[in-house]
T-cell receptor, first 113, second 112 residues
Framework: GNSVTQMEGPVTLSEEAFLTINCTYT??????LFWYVQYPGEGLQLLLK?????DKGSNKGFEATYRKETTSFHLEKGSVQVSDSAVYFC????????????FGKGTRLSVIA | DTAVSQTPKYLVTQMGNDKSIKCEQN?????MYWYKQDSKKFLKIMFS???????INETVPNRFSPKSPDKAHLNLHINSLELGDSAVYFC???????????FGPGTRLTVL
């Protein structure tokens, strides 16, 4: 079945540091890939997505590129802020639409001033 | 305007009780979902409904019964609550034929 593996946290960075959170997946067909973010005490928000190989999703300074050859979708940001502290989830959906998301276990990021 | 809303936000109850969580979306979406997030933050699908019809039930105990009175609402009723049911429950929705899901704020259920 489909699965997502992401790096375990927690990850602690200083403000303005470079962020990478690794995510790899196993899936049949051509899934869409997502990053969701959960700020403390809140629900999940879609951060970015990519629907096919070599697509780059981007939002709020975060980027991730759909790499089919390495089955990866790593999240990056060039300069993190304290307000980026949250739990980040990598997820995939099946290639037929309206299928449930399969999530990674989440990576907690703490950014310190 | 809240796109996907859930009530209540917090629910504390005793073992053995029956409780319900409500979800509403005003996005005009056809498909709705319930996910469970355990204490380690792991998220897993429980149910999926499309136009009021159940399409996915992921080996959830039959104490959990989803009900969809119309395509904008998907409620979750839980009978005979157990300690292991303590979790955060998220409702989500998506438009037909698309894969982007929008999540509600979650309901934190604590069973004592």
């Amino acid at each position: 079945g489909n699965s997502v593996t992401q790096m375990e946290g927690p990850v602690t960075l200083s403000e303005e540091a470079f962020l990478t959170i690794n995510c790899t997946y196993t899936a049949t067909g051509y899934p869409s890939l997502f990053w969701y973010v959960q700020y403390p005490g809140e629900g999940l928000q879609l951060l970015l997505k990519a629907t096919k190989a070599d697509d780059k999703g981007s939002n709020k300074g975060f980027e991730a590129t759909y790499r089919k050859e390495t089955t990866s979708f790593h999240l990056e940001k060039g300069s993190v802020q304290v307000s980026d502290s949250a739990v980040y989830f990598c997820a995939l959906s099946g290639d037929s639409g309206n299928t449930p998301l399969v999530f990674g276990k989440g990576t907690r990021l703490s950014v310190i001033a | 305007d809240t796109a996907v809303s859930q009530t209540p936000k917090y629910l504390v109850t005793q073992m053995g009780n029956d409780k319900s969580i409500k979800c509403e979306q005003n996005l005009g979406h056809d498909t709705m979902y319930w996910y469970k997030q355990d204490s380690k933050k792991f998220l897993k699908i429980m149910f999926s409904y499309n136009n009021k019809e159940l399409i996915i039930n992921e080996t959830v105990p039959n104490r959990f019964s989803p009900k969809s009175p119309d395509k904008a609402h998907l409620n979750l009723h839980i009978n005979s609550l157990e300690l292991g049911d303590s979790a955060v429950y998220f409702c989500a929705s998506s438009r037909k034929g698309t894969d982007t899901q929008y999540f509600g704020p979650g309901t934190r259920l604590t069973v004592l």
